[in-house]
């Protein structure tokens, strides 16, 4: 496994792959400001050794992928509410990227998973590129939907405050981050968090981009969704 670079969807997303090749693909794609190195690679080995052909990523704007320059910048507050967004690309751009990405690995369609923005990317794959996703798992994510699953105000300010410059301070937002993020039933992993905040690359990112941008063409969705507690289906 060593970091190559996919030219897809007219720029460059740095990637790393686990597994035998001529295995299924399963797609991971990471959120906001989070770069590859978010999915463990433990975890990406033991889904190897189940059989899988992974794939993860650095999306557009994060790590060793293209930034984007130029073009204006999101106001992130009115695609909060539901306005139309004003961003330089959208979550279909970054959705094509990934289906230019499996178009480089010359893979016809895969198992995709995504964590929160990651997820929002997945389902807008899904949607517009349904042919090339054979299941998809989107965690801690969100349709866009106002109505359902909006994030406390705190946690919109935590998640879009301007990184500090020098590593120290950085590390410490990140640890409250996903302190402020993490779930509850679950024992937070300080030394894991740290040792991601700590990564040489992890730094490198930016906060262009919009979030919100597909919410209504998920306003009516066909499948039923199921309920965070109990797994059943619900209206």
Known sequence: MSE????ANGIELAYETYGDPAGPTLLLIMGLAVQMVGWDPEFCGMLAERGF???RFDNRDIGHSTKIRGGPKPNVIPAALGAKPRASYLLSDMAADSAGLLDH?????????????????????????????????SIMSTTGERRYNRPRLRIYAALLRRPPEDRESYVRQWLALWRAIGSPGFRFDEQRVRRLAEHPSTAATTRRGSRGSCWRSWRRPTAPRRSPRCGCPRS
């Open 4 to 7: 190559q670079i996919a030219h």
């Open 53 to 55: 052909h992974v794939v």
């Open 105 to 137: 690995l010359g893979v016809g369609a895969a198992h995709v998973v995504g964590a929160s923005m990651g997820g929002m990317i997945a389902q807008a794959l899904a949607i517009e590129h349904p042919e090339r996703v054979l299941s998809l798992c």
